[in-house]
């Protein structure tokens, strides 16, 4: 058994889970408060230009060291992010455009504004000087001196791969314990109820837009600041769609969202590992197909043949009782 | 309900005048800018358009080397600033043709492409622009329909492919891998697979090293099958980590910007790698540096200078091959502490029988 393989296969999965649970938790909040919210790749890409800039900056220029350099540029990514989302928030929410054209608008804007940005920045347009800050990784007692090569799937582990995966816990309160969650939730299933009761829609959908583009901000930022080191026009790679797709099969449930988040981590990481891919059944199998594997489980999920899958009710829809403009 | 309407128009507007403002290439940043405003004497005759790939200006490696000679040809009075332009591709490259195209529409006497993926979209083009030279670095397009592109070499005389003997460098450095580790095994990270331009640099990079070491073993990883493998560094680190675990001792990239995982890789294994196109030594960070043995330097800044020189001249016409002995590679000599001078003496003789024809390097894997 290739012990060492399936390490770093785990440890490149912890990599993608990371990006992928971050910026699914994003679109998590703005779904369940009744906004579809295509345009997580966007968010993420803006995520990486400023994310990459906070890192540097905060690091170098204010010289602010370690580990709150790092932090603070998590922090920028984070806030671009919002920032970016409040674009979204303003434009289905105040003026109820269709949230699937805004999300479309979102992806298409980023790549032009990361260049905008990009220049601003770093005075280039496509990429960061290489080998930027980033938070240093953590040794875990007992996960990083595992037996058999499995300490590999731990080592040089980043902070935010552990703060990622506990997020679970005060988003899963939030959402299901806390009033806030409630109201959040009740906007996205049955707006027009939660307005009876004296919920302000808007508010809430407003909240729930601009935290998805805090969390698909943070994501991108560490993609870009943590994994990278430096800022590269395209460095998503499209993993904002597969959070998407994510976020789908787990039916909105944040508990969920972190296996499948994790599941679509791992198969990316699989075609990496030659031992893996010698290894009994994937040998036989074209790496492409694997590849594939989690766009071809989303689709069975979504097509009703595993579980059910059931978005909130009244996502996508224009709400017009609001009365808030 | 009132006037959210027009709101909303108002909005969409706003947006796509942002879009399309954002979306718009900026354009001439590089040749415009820092250039010390009137270059003493320059030729007014010719215009030079030049279309970037993926990466564009900055990325320290294929586009900036164009972007040198460019600048070279600048400052030696063959083209005048003012007379060039230059545009970049976005992330995926889709707008590759429509640049091009842009640059031929607005008239420049000679169109650079600068990457093989240009080759399809010249190839197409170049009929309509038959008073506008084409020059593509790397390129493929006069193979015309063997190659399963529009026309063929007869109908396109305005087009010149500039290549390199990638392998002739590649070899260079596989016998400074296997000098420097005297070890039995090292590896090899190729980009895209499957055009037979990265298997030139494998080839010769296994040549390089079995001509020291006949036993070596070279493991070879490629990371996709399209030019985003070319962009996607997670994919070169987690690819290389697992080469250096395999027991490679030294690491050679060709695959773009996702060499920067492979320098990744080698800091976290505290191994050695080689570099590609440009002398990646001296825009690694601090803690890469002493780990970059040497670069596998292709001059595309040559090609680009020549070609800018044969349209002022009128000599421009048909394809063009670079190797050692034409000055189109070269290996890089920035890390001594680990490229010793009794490695570079030996790798200049075999440059030397190299170009003297004693050594014949094969440009494709055995």
Request: aromatic share 10%; hydrophobic share 45%.
């Given at each position: 058994?290739?012990?060492?393989?399936?390490a770093?296969?785990?440890?490149?999965?912890?990599t993608?889970f990371?990006v992928?649970?971050?910026?699914?938790?994003?679109g998590?909040?703005?779904e369940?408060?009744?906004i579809v919210?295509?345009?997580l790749e966007?968010?993420m890409?803006?995520?990486?230009?400023?994310?990459?800039w906070?890192?540097?900056y905060?690091t170098?220029t204010?010289?602010?060291?370690?580990?709150w350099?790092?932090?603070?540029?998590?922090?920028?990514?984070?806030a671009f992010?919002?920032a970016?989302a409040g674009?979204?928030?303003?434009a289905?929410i105040?003026?109820?455009?269709?949230?699937?054209?805004?999300?479309v608008?979102?992806n298409?804007?980023?790549v032009g504004l990361?260049?905008f940005?990009?220049?601003?920045f770093?005075?280039?347009?496509?990429?960061?000087?290489?080998?930027?800050?980033?938070l240093?990784p953590?040794?875990i007692?007992?996960?990083?001196?595992?037996?058999?090569?499995?300490?590999?799937?731990?080592?040089?582990?980043?902070?935010?791969v552990?703060?990622?995966a506990?997020?679970?816990?005060?988003?899963w309160?939030?959402?299901?314990?806390l009033?806030?969650?409630l109201?959040?939730r009740?906007?996205?299933?049955n707006?027009e109820?939660?307005?009876?009761?004296?919920?302000?829609?808007?508010?809430?959908?407003y909240?729930g837009v601009?935290?998805?583009?805090?969390?698909a901000g943070?994501?991108?930022?560490?993609?870009a600041?943590?994994?990278?080191g430096?800022?590269?026009e395209?460095?998503?790679?499209?993993?904002?769609?597969?959070?998407?797709?994510?976020?789908?099969?787990?039916n909105?449930?944040?508990?969920?969202?972190?296996?499948?988040?994790w599941?679509?981590?791992?198969?990316?990481?699989i075609?990496?590992?030659?031992?893996?891919?010698?290894f009994?059944?994937?040998?036989?199998?074209?790496?492409q197909?694997?590849?594939?594997?989690p766009?071809?489980?989303?689709?069975?999920?979504?097509?009703?043949?595993?579980?059910?899958?059931?978005?909130p009710?009244?996502?996508?829809r224009?709400?017009?009782g609001?009365?808030?403009? | 309900?009132?006037?959210w309407?027009?709101r909303?128009?108002?909005?969409v507007?706003?947006?796509?005048?942002?879009?399309?403002?954002c979306?718009d290439?900026?354009?001439?940043?590089?040749?415009?800018?820092d250039?010390?405003?009137?270059?003493?004497e320059?030729?007014?005759d010719?215009t030079?358009?030049?279309?970037?790939d993926?990466?564009?200006?900055g990325?320290?490696?294929?586009?900036?080397?164009?972007d040198?000679?460019?600048q070279?040809a600048?400052?030696?009075?063959?083209?005048?600033e003012?007379?060039t332009?230059?545009?970049?591709?976005?992330?995926?490259?889709?707008d590759?043709?429509q640049?091009?195209?842009a640059?031929?529409d607005?008239?420049?006497?000679?169109v650079i492409?600068?990457?093989?993926?240009?080759s399809?979209?010249?190839?197409?083009i170049?009929?309509?622009?038959?008073d506008?030279?084409?020059?593509?670095?790397?390129g493929?397009?006069?193979?015309?329909?063997?190659?399963?592109?529009?026309?063929?070499a007869?109908?396109?005389a305005?087009v010149?492919d500039?290549?390199?003997?990638?392998?002739?460098?590649s070899?260079?450095?596989?016998?400074?891998?296997?000098?420097k580790?005297?070890?039995?095994?090292?590896g090899?990270?190729g980009?895209?697979q499957?055009t037979?331009?990265?298997?030139?640099?494998?080839?010769g990079?296994?040549?390089?090293?079995?001509?020291i070491?006949?036993?070596i073993n070279?493991?070879?990883?490629?990371?996709?099958?399209?030019t985003t493998?070319?962009n996607d560094p997670?994919?070169?680190?987690a690819?290389?980590?697992?080469?250096?675990?395999?027991?490679?001792?030294?690491?050679?990239h060709?695959?773009g910007?996702?060499?920067a995982?492979?320098?990744?890789?080698?800091?976290?294994?505290?191994?050695?790698?080689?570099?590609?196109d440009s002398?990646?030594?001296?825009?690694?960070s601090p803690e890469?540096?002493?780990?970059?043995?040497?670069?596998?330097l292709k001059?595309?800044d040559?090609?680009?200078?020549t070609?800018?020189?044969?349209?002022?001249?009128?000599?421009f016409?048909?394809?063009?091959?670079?190797?050692l002995?034409?000055?189109g590679?070269?290996?890089?000599?920035?890390?001594p502490?680990e490229?010793?001078?009794d490695?570079?003496e030996q790798?200049d003789e075999?440059?030397?029988?190299?170009?003297?024809?004693?050594?014949?390097?094969?440009d494709a894997?055995?």
């Amino acid at each position: 058994m290739p012990f060492t393989d399936i390490a770093v296969a785990l440890q490149i999965s912890f990599t993608y889970f990371t990006v992928i649970y971050l910026t699914g938790l994003g679109g998590l909040f703005s779904e369940r408060s009744g906004i579809v919210n295509i345009g997580l790749e966007g968010l993420m890409i803006v995520g990486t230009v400023s994310g990459a800039w906070g890192a540097r900056y905060f690091t170098d220029t204010l010289d602010l060291g370690q580990p709150w350099g790092p932090i603070l540029g998590l922090v920028a990514g984070a806030a671009f992010g919002a920032a970016f989302a409040g674009v979204h928030a303003v434009a289905t929410i105040t003026f109820r455009v269709d949230h699937i054209v805004s999300g479309v608008v979102l992806n298409l804007v980023a790549v032009g504004l990361a260049r905008f940005l990009s220049q601003a920045f770093f005075g280039q347009s496509t990429q960061s000087d290489p080998g930027g800050p980033h938070l240093t990784p953590l040794a875990i007692p007992g996960l990083s001196s595992l037996p058999g090569g499995l300490d590999r799937a731990f080592e040089n582990l980043s902070p935010v791969v552990i703060i990622a995966a506990l997020m679970v816990f005060p988003v899963w309160y939030a959402l299901n314990r806390l009033r806030w969650g409630l109201r959040l939730r009740a906007c996205g299933e049955n707006p027009e109820a939660a307005r009876s009761l004296g919920v302000n829609v808007s508010t809430y959908r407003y909240q729930g837009v601009l935290l998805s583009g805090a969390f698909a901000g943070m994501s991108g930022g560490y993609l870009a600041a943590d994994v990278i080191g430096n800022w590269r026009e395209g460095q998503t790679l499209g993993l904002g769609f597969i959070a998407l797709a994510a976020l789908i099969l787990s039916n909105w449930n944040p508990v969920r969202l972190l296996f499948f988040a994790w599941l679509f981590g791992f198969a990316v990481a699989i075609p990496l590992r030659q031992g893996l891919t010698d290894f009994w059944l994937i040998r036989d199998v074209p790496e492409q197909f694997i590849r594939m594997i989690p766009y071809i489980v989303t689709i069975v999920a979504i097509a009703g043949f595993v579980g059910r899958v059931r978005p909130p009710a009244a996502a996508g829809r224009a709400y017009e009782g609001a009365g808030g403009t | 309900m009132g006037s959210w309407r027009t709101r909303l128009l108002v909005l969409v507007a706003l947006l796509s005048v942002v879009a399309a403002a954002c979306g718009d290439d900026d354009g001439d940043t590089g040749a415009g800018g820092d250039g010390d405003g009137a270059a003493a004497e320059c030729n007014q005759d010719i215009t030079v358009g030049m279309a970037f790939d993926i990466g564009g200006l900055g990325d320290r490696s294929f586009n900036d080397a164009a972007d040198a000679g460019l600048q070279q040809a600048i400052e030696d009075g063959l083209v005048c600033e003012e007379n060039t332009e230059t545009n970049e591709a976005n992330s995926t490259g889709s707008d590759r043709d429509q640049n091009v195209q842009a640059l031929a529409d607005a008239g420049f006497n000679l169109v650079i492409g600068v990457g093989f993926a240009f080759s399809p979209g010249i190839n197409t083009i170049a009929p309509d622009y038959p008073d506008v030279n084409f020059m593509i670095v790397d390129g493929f397009a006069t193979c015309g329909t063997a190659c399963g592109l529009t026309n063929d070499a007869e109908a396109i005389a305005n087009v010149a492919d500039f290549t390199f003997k990638e392998h002739e460098g590649s070899f260079l450095v596989g016998a400074a891998a296997a000098l420097k580790c005297e070890c039995d095994t090292i590896g090899f990270l190729g980009g895209q697979q499957g055009t037979g331009l990265i298997e030139r640099f494998q080839a010769g990079y296994e040549a390089g090293a079995q001509a020291i070491n006949p036993d070596i073993n070279v493991l070879v990883d490629y990371i996709g099958d399209d030019t985003t493998a070319f962009n996607d560094p997670v994919r070169g680190e987690a690819l290389s980590t697992s080469m250096y675990d395999d027991g490679a001792e030294i690491i050679y990239h060709a695959a773009g910007a996702s060499g920067a995982g492979l320098f990744n890789a080698a800091v976290d294994a505290d191994k050695l790698a080689i570099g590609v196109d440009s002398d990646q030594y001296l825009t690694a960070s601090p803690e890469q540096q002493p780990l970059i043995l040497t670069s596998m330097l292709k001059r595309v800044d040559t090609a680009v200078y020549t070609a800018i020189q044969q349209t002022g001249d009128d000599s421009f016409g048909g394809s063009l091959v670079f190797g050692l002995a034409e000055d189109g590679l070269d290996y890089a000599k920035s890390n001594p502490d680990e490229l010793t001078s009794d490695i570079q003496e030996q790798l200049d003789e075999f440059k030397q029988q190299i170009i003297d024809g004693e050594i014949t390097v094969p440009d494709a894997p055995a």
